[in-house]
């Protein structure tokens, strides 16, 4: 295999909105990533990965782009953009850009002018239809609840958004389209950035006629209808072709829907699609298999091992895994399938941690992962701002799916914004995050979770990132090494081993609160512990409550 540079690195995601304000406004901003940015060196990670900081009316948070090639003015300025990547070049760290280009917001020039007659030359940009017995073209349904049409009076048809109605479908099958986009790429990559991570990538191409799909309670089944469509390969080779190929890039498509099949092209490592992506099938084992997310969770380790493990094995020597449990889309994974009691919180984010780490893949920590940081005790629908969670709150109440009271305990579980409450500095009014009001509320716990408190800490969550990370940077048996799961069938333990030429690693995880007896095998009773998140091993034959213990024989 040609090592790849972003095969051996780590990625940090920075949700700009809630990273640092350095200005009061309560907003975060690109001077507060700029004057952060030792912290995440110190971390180890190499790269950084952006969520959007384009010009947006902001409906979700800046995923609904009204110009690709400027900044959002809360979050400063191009200048001010340039300033941060030019400091993160000199620290050694690469930044990576959200790409969204599935859909554009409604107030993007080409929506302004393609709304406006049935005859303009940017109408065909968007996917228009008329409408079909006196209703929507189909019956695909909105992920943000809803439908996936918006009847626009002034030419008298539809146009499709798989999200929100002020997102718009692009239509990709449009060649002017697809130019008007290599372009804009290739404009940021001339100003040095290193690579895109690409939202809902997998939704391009949609289906040849847009076909019904089967009616169920949110959008999610539409979502994958119009997933991995005829053309979605060729118009990525396209991209590859025309703008990628040109640089030494990490690039990253978020493929909901993605196939085992579908991922080995889109990552294979001949290079002509991208780098990896990022599949949601382990993010999606503790789905309710009708309600989807919002419902109560539906823990199943056996299910998650196998799923991360058919990921591990099939994509061996073809493709490219990318490891993540955390980002702006999820719930925080200590919250998830870890703990939040004082006692377990900090040792169940350790074991999290190693098992993800342990794996062949990139690695992505979103911001807050490396301090354990938790879901927001959220006590009122009021206190909510993502527009996906209020959407199918909504729909779900209408439909009787679920009461008030059910829908705010489905909040603390499941929104979106429990990944998007500020990053947690230290223990000073607001957690060190902004001067003035924050525009989702602070955790109440950061005053014991918080970065200054760890970095001070040497057995801290955040140091123990710093060592999973640094073993991956000089051990090919973690970044190379052959995956075999061990005990598939058991309902609380996560054991693998990774072998490598004559190395290999047994990766031992308990994910529960309960002591659970495991017998080392014979190969590893007297090897080396690489990592673990107890100071002192456990008796021979015992895991402790949330253990994880790492062992390396050569």
């Not at 929104?415 to 000073?428: E, G, L, Y």
């Amino acid at each position: 295999m040609e090592e790849k540079w972003w095969q051996r690195s780590v990625v940090y995601q920075i949700y700009p909105r809630s990273f640092q304000d350095s200005d009061g406004d309560g907003i975060g901003d690109l001077t507060g990533i700029t004057d952060r940015l030792e912290y995440i060196r110190e971390l180890g990670t190499d790269t950084i990965w952006l969520s959007p900081i384009y010009k947006s009316p902001n409906d979700d948070n800046g995923y609904d782009i009204s110009d690709y090639q400027d900044i959002m003015k809360e979050f400063g300025t191009m200048a001010d953009f340039d300033r941060l990547l030019e400091k993160a070049h000199e620290l050694g760290l690469k930044i990576v850009m959200d790409l969204v280009v599935n859909h554009s917001s409604d107030e993007h020039r080409w929506f302004v002018e393609s709304r406006s007659s049935a005859d303009n030359p940017y109408r065909d940009y968007y996917i228009w239809r008329e409408g079909k017995n006196g209703a929507e073209p189909n019956n695909w349904c909105s992920c943000f609840g809803g439908s996936a049409w918006e009847f626009d009076s002034q030419t008298g048809m539809y146009y499709l958004h798989l999200f929100s109605k002020k997102q718009p479908d692009l239509n990709w099958d449009n060649p002017v389209v697809r130019d008007e986009i290599f372009r804009m790429m290739d404009w940021w990559l001339q100003k040095g950035i290193d690579g895109f991570r690409m939202d809902v990538i997998s939704l391009i191409s949609k289906p040849e006629g847009l076909p019904d799909g089967e009616p169920g309670p949110n959008g999610y089944a539409s979502f994958l209808l119009a997933a991995n469509g005829p053309h979605e390969h060729e118009y990525l080779q396209e991209m590859n072709r025309k703008v990628l190929s040109r640089y030494d890039l990490l690039t990253v498509g978020e493929c909901a829907g993605v196939t085992l099949e579908e991922a080995k092209s889109c990552a294979n490592l001949d290079g002509s699609e991208l780098s990896m992506v990022f599949q949601f099938e382990h993010m999606e084992a503790d789905f309710h298999p009708l309600l989807g997310r919002y419902a109560e969770q539906c823990k199943d380790l056996p299910k998650l091992k196998e799923i991360m493990s058919r990921w591990q094995r099939e994509l061996e020597g073809v493709a490219w895994n990318s490891l993540y449990w955390d980002n702006h889309d999820q719930p925080r994974i200590v919250s998830r399938y870890g703990s939040e009691s004082e006692e377990h919180r900090e040792r169940s984010a350790k074991m999290l941690a190693t098992c993800l780490h342990m794996m062949q893949g990139t690695p992505y920590v979103y911001q807050g992962e490396e301090l354990g940081m938790t879901n927001y005790p959220w006590t009122g629908i009021d206190q909510i701002n993502d527009i996906e969670s209020l959407g199918n709150y909504r729909d779900y109440r209408a439909r009787g799916y679920m009461t008030e009271e059910e829908g705010i305990r489905m909040m603390r579980q499941r929104s979106r914004d429990n990944a998007r409450t500020p990053m947690q500095w230290d223990a000073t009014s607001e957690a060190g995050f902004t001067t003035g009001k924050p525009w989702l509320p602070v955790n109440p716990n950061y005053v014991y979770i918080n970065a200054a408190e760890q970095l001070r800490r040497p057995d801290s969550v955040f140091h123990y990132y710093q060592k999973l990370i640094a073993l991956r940077r000089k051990m090919d048996v973690i970044v190379y090494g052959h995956y075999e799961l061990l005990e598939p069938d058991h309902p609380d333990l996560f054991i693998y081993t990774r072998s490598y030429g004559y190395e290999s690693l047994l990766v031992v995880c308990n994910f529960s609160e309960r002591e659970q007896g495991y017998k080392i095998p014979e190969k590893y009773q007297n090897a080396e512990i690489l990592i673990a998140n107890y100071p002192e091993p456990a008796p021979y034959g015992t895991l402790r409550p949330w253990e994880c213990v790492v062992y390396h024989r050569t």
